[in-house]
């Protein structure tokens, strides 16, 4: 294993990520969000039989919702709960208050009050090692979390996101030509 003593050669780490939402009017803090999934997807395949063969050939792809895990804080300027529900409030959906209240969720207001969704993978120094960048993400799901007298736990918000596609771009470091380690 002499290649992991080289100093210059240095793993991703899972810590190490800022996840961006900031939608319209709500962004929810950068250091509330202590967890998110990167993108994934999945390629379905159709198969055809001759004899007594198989064969398979890939079908459609379809990229895996995300989810991230958001600290809920009791602040005024912070509130996880506050952001979330303000977000859903800009996607259209609001409390049938009247039979008047005909408006519903739409995609393009739910991707707006979302607004440009990026995770970002750093290095030691803050600066950018990978970015992931979600096209057209909504809000799919959010969960507000569990009341226990049993539990010390902080509150957490868990929400899972639906998007179109997603692209990633790979920021490759400079290193200083001593930096490498003993071979």
Do not use: C
């Not at 995770?119 to 969960?143: C, F, H, M, Y």
């Amino acid at each position: 294993m002499a290649f992991w003593q080289e100093a210059k050669l240095e793993p991703k780490r899972a810590f190490r990520f800022e996840l961006s939402v900031a939608g319209l009017d709500t962004t929810i803090p950068k250091f509330l969000i202590s967890k998110v999934n990167k993108p994934s997807f999945s390629i379905s395949e159709s198969e055809h039989k001759y004899l007594n063969h198989t064969f398979y050939y890939p079908g459609r792809m379809s990229w895996n919702d995300i989810s991230f895990t958001i600290v809920d804080v009791i602040s005024h300027t912070s509130d996880g709960t506050q952001a979330v529900m303000k977000m859903l409030e800009k996607a259209g959906y609001k409390i049938p208050t009247n039979e008047g209240e005909t408006s519903t969720l739409s995609k393009a207001r739910s991707v707006g009050a979302l607004g440009k969704v990026i995770i970002r993978q750093i290095d030691s120094d803050g600066g950018k090692v990978e970015e992931w960048v979600l096209n057209n993400a909504w809000i799919k799901e959010a969960k507000f979390g569990d009341l226990d007298y049993g539990s010390e736990d902080m509150m957490n918000i868990e929400i899972s996101l639906k998007y179109d596609n997603a692209y990633v771009n790979a920021y490759s470091k400079k290193l200083p030509s001593n930096a490498g380690g003993a071979n």
